[in-house]
């Protein structure tokens, strides 16, 4: 089992910047993939973000983040932030970190475990 904790939401103005970050703790050492997804109200839970393990780290982004998010972790897969520049409305969203250990990391049956989710507001 992985438990995963997200951290760092909150409200922000458009334009403005916020830092999420995911605390990975019990059998991570399974773990090849972990991602971010985003759920706006009356909408479908999205892709966000990816970071996988493969030789080295390689990283994948929605195209609506692209250019303005940026997922890192560390080498260990403990904590896997994802910093959020430029925020615009429709990040407005509730954010979750999700953990796999196979599978093509932008797709949601990828990831085995789920965080509780934190939520982002971003005001216009």
């Known amino acids: 089992q992985v438990q995963l904790v997200e951290t760092g939401g909150g409200l922000v103005q458009a334009g403005g910047s916020l830092r999420l970050s995911c605390a990975a703790s019990?059998?991570?050492?399974?773990?090849?993939?972990m991602g971010w997804f985003r759920q706006a109200p009356g909408k479908e839970r999205e892709f966000v973000a990816a970071i996988w393990w493969s030789g080295g780290k390689t990283t994948s982004y929605a195209d609506s983040v692209k250019g303005r998010f940026i997922i890192s972790a560390d080498n260990a897969k403990i904590t896997v932030y994802l910093q959020m520049n430029s925020l615009k409305p429709e990040d407005t969203a509730l954010y979750y970190c999700?953990?796999?250990?196979?599978?093509?990391?932008?797709?949601?049956?990828?990831?085995?475990?789920w965080g509780q989710g934190t939520q982002v507001t971003v005001s216009s």
């Open positions: 999700a953990a796999g250990e196979t599978g093509w990391p932008t797709m949601e049956r990828t990831y085995r475990y």
């Open positions: 019990g059998r991570t050492f399974g773990t090849y993939v």
